[in-house]
């Protein structure tokens, strides 16, 4: 029932168009009916005119011959033998014009211009309804001689084949022509709209997916591309209104210190404090602004990329466990992600840190481990939110709360996750897992679920 549901809007379509289709067929077959019916009418007299004159020929010819009545008897001709034949008129018919057609064409074939008269009454079997019938002179020796022919109808309906073959023609044109009107130009021209409101930096709203299915996918297109562009505005604002908010109070700080007439070598070590963390905060801002994606992936072998980045870290406190798997990543942008896992381990957990590369069926994961309590569960999704303190306290020490919102921000752009684990069976007590698709898959929506997460 809900497949017959879906299919409904298409049945619809199908047959709005196939009715503009059968529409247009009548109207352009009653136009070149109109247009083109007399010249085919013409065309049709000219063509009987070379078929009689052939037959009078033959049959004057035989004439000399033969009598009339055998003639008539072996060739089927209706012949009359008279000086006026029977039924005949001189007044004018509703098709005279076409007997004076066919009698120009008759004089242009024939060495002489026969006499023709409209016949009324009487006639062959088979006489087409409409027709006209008309009675010809023949010459003869002997005696005067008539011939019977008939003057086929016009022909209104059903109208010539040919004509009902252009006339679709012109109609599926036609129905095509309304058909890019309605289904891909006024889609497209409301779409141009839109992309004028972006470009004038405005927001519009999302457009309804209408017209071509080939419209339809630009049209979603345009509207994620309006989304991300909103998401991107929000979170300039959001960073921008961070930055104000972390930078005041160490600026305050430092500008009261300095005023001050004496400083005592605490008061310097406190100054050379705020400015660290000056630093730091403006580093993280800058990491996460950038966040890699102007860097071009390259493909290079994990375990030793790995062990480039945790180089400049004390061994007796870090452990790692490398295997050999590759994969196309950005790897500044990467090792500036993992660094801040290592050291949000190290400041907020506890060493040894442990870090684990692992090659799964169809994925990459780069495990973190410390054996501090880490991210309460029901936080998981708002730790990689940007300006997120879990904790208070942990924005004295210059952290914005950005540390795992460029990790995750990093991770989007390689079209990986980032998820969390806990347990006591594992080489620590929490881990923050990075989760790279393998090299060849292409396939980014397989980490695409932030919900992911495991616990043993």
């Known amino acids: 029932m809900s ?38 009418n013409r065309l049709q007299t000219l063509q009987l005119g070379r078929d009689l004159a052939l037959n009078i020929r033959l049959t004057e010819l035989t004439l000399e011959r033969y009598p009339p009545s055998l003639i008539k008897e072996f060739t089927g001709l209706d012949l009359v033998i008279a000086g006026q034949p029977p039924g005949s008129e001189q007044k004018a018919l509703p098709n005279d014009h076409r007997r004076r057609e066919l009698r120009q064409e008759l004089c242009s074939r024939l060495s002489h211009c ?32 008539w011939l019977r022919s008939e003057i086929p109808a016009t022909r209104r309906w059903p109208p010539d084949p040919m004509l009902m073959v252009i006339a679709l023609v012109g109609a599926v044109i ?26 004038e930096g ?31 505005r929000r979170e300039r604002a959001t960073m921008l209104a961070g930055i104000a908010h972390d930078l005041r109070a160490p600026i305050t700080r430092l500008q009261f210190r300095l005023a001050l007439p004496s400083l005592d070598a605490n008061e310097r070590d406190r100054s050379r404090h705020d400015l660290e963390s000056l630093e ?8 996460y602004a950038g966040g890699g994606e102007r860097e071009s992936p390259v493909l290079c072998p994990l375990d030793l990329w790995l062990a480039e980045v945790v180089a ?23 090792g500036r992600a993992v660094s801040n896992l290592i050291d949000n381990a190290f400041t907020y957990g506890r060493p040894p840190v442990v870090i684990r590369l692992l090659k799964h069926r169809n994925r990459i994961s780069l495990e973190v481990w410390d054996q501090g309590s ?24 210059g952290h914005c709360g950005l540390g795992l919102a460029i990790v995750n921000h990093v991770m989007q752009h390689h079209g990986g996750t980032v998820t969390f684990r806990t347990g006591t069976s594992n080489p620590g007590r929490f881990a923050v897992v990075l989760n790279l698709p393998e090299e060849g898959l292409g396939d980014e929506e397989l980490f695409r679920n932030p919900d992911l997460e495991t616990t043993s």
């Open 3 to 40: 497949r017959f549901v879906s299919l409904r809007p298409l049945m619809l379509q199908i047959s709005a168009w196939s009715s503009v289709l059968l529409g247009s067929w009548l109207l352009c077959l009653m136009l070149m009916q109109l247009l083109f019916g007399r010249e085919l």
């Open 114 to 145: 026969p006499m023709l008269l409209p016949a009324t009454s009487g006639g062959t079997a088979g006489i087409q309804q409409g027709g006209q019938q008309i009675w010809i002179e023949l010459i003869s020796p002997l005696e005067p001689v």
């Open 174 to 199: 036609l129905t095509g022509v309304v058909y890019l009107l309605k289904e891909v130009e006024q889609p497209l021209r409301g779409l141009e709209k839109a992309l004028a409101r972006v470009s």
């Open 202 to 232: 405005n927001e519009p709203s999302a457009l309804p997916a209408q017209g071509a299915p080939e419209v339809q996918r630009i049209t979603r297109r345009f509207n994620s591309m309006v989304q991300r562009l909103a998401a991107n």
């Open 280 to 287: 730091r905060i403006t580093g993280q801002f800058l990491l």
């Open 312 to 334: 400049s870290y004390p061994s007796e406190q870090l452990q790692l466990e490398p295997s050999a798997v590759q994969a196309r990543i950005r790897p500044v942008a990467l």
């Open 374 to 397: 880490g991210v309460p569960k029901e936080q998981w999704n708002r730790a990689l939110q940007p300006f997120q303190r879990l904790d208070d306290a942990r924005g004295q020490q």
